[in-house]
């Protein structure tokens, strides 16, 4: 079993910039693919973005391209979320996640974060 906690959230205006990040503990060995989703008042949970196990390959949500950034520490077990120019639409919880997703999004995702609460004010 694989632990994710998340941590970073807050209030921030908009425009601001805000670091998310994960923390994974338990059976961390495997090369699991670490993605980024969040869910927003009244809406379903989507997709943000995701990083393969070495770093190398990226995806993001179009919402959210060129204003976040994903990265991850394979030594520190640590994924972050680095977001800039954040808008009041980016207002949701923030979950990471890992697995082994075939295509970016959320099939194929096997262990959740609890969420991290992420305001952006107008």
């Known amino acids: 079993q694989v632990q994710l906690v998340e941590a970073g959230g807050g209030l921030v205006q908009a425009g601001g910039s805000l670091r998310l990040s994960c923390v994974a503990s338990?059976?961390?060995?495997?090369?699991?693919?670490m993605g980024w989703f969040r869910q927003a008042p009244g809406k379903e949970r989507e997709f943000v973005a995701s990083?393969?196990?070495?770093?190398?390959?990226?995806n993001y949500a179009d919402s959210v391209k060129g204003r976040f950034t994903i990265s991850r520490d394979n030594a520190k077990n640590t994924v972050a979320l680095q977001m800039t120019s954040l808008k009041p639409e980016d207002t949701a919880v923030y979950y990471c996640?890992?697995?082994?997703?075939?295509?970016?999004?959320?099939?194929?995702?096997?262990?959740w974060g609890q969420g991290t609460q992420v305001t952006v004010s107008s």
């Open positions: 996640a890992a697995g082994f997703p075939v295509v970016p999004g959320e099939p194929g995702y096997d262990y």
């Open positions: 338990g059976r961390t060995f495997s090369r699991y693919v």
């Open positions: 990083i393969s196990w070495s770093g190398g390959s990226t």
